[in-house]
């Protein structure tokens, strides 16, 4: 039995499997593989720039000053500029943002503890 759901409902929960959804956004923000790494490199920190960089090994500049505007624009990155000489900016998760990074860190650690068997799987459709 289908539960009937009003527009405005629906718009305000979201509807993930529509193409119009625009929790998709959010999702492809999170989940790329940059945006998992941001969550989860920030989870308990704040990082400078650089620093940051540094810490998620092979992300360009470019692909890492992308993510951290999307997931910041998403509400779970907050981005701090300090007046000083030379510019100092800190990023740190926002409340929201710890939330998140609590749930892509699951699927991360679902993933790293899985990767044995995940990696039969490509032994096998290889040959």
């Known amino acids: 039995m289908e539960i009937a759901v009003t527009l405005s409902e629906k718009f305000r929960r979201g509807d993930l499997m529509s193409a119009a959804c625009p929790s998709r956004e959010v999702l492809k923000h999170m989940t790329s593989r940059w945006g998992v790494l941001v969550l989860i490199a920030l989870e308990g920190d704040s990082y400078r720039f650089s620093q940051l960089r540094r810490a998620i090994g092979g992300v360009s500049e470019r692909m890492l000053a992308q993510t951290l505007q999307w997931l910041e624009a998403d509400g779970l ?36 503890t899985n990767l044995p068997r995940i990696a039969e799987n490509w032994r096998g459709s290889v040959e």
Not at 85 to 106: D, I, N, Q
């Open 77 to 112: 990155v907050l981005r701090t500029a300090y007046d000083v000489v030379p510019p100092h900016v800190e990023y740190r998760l926002t409340p929201l943002g710890v939330e998140a990074a609590e749930r892509v860190r699951l699927l991360a650690d679902w993933i790293e």
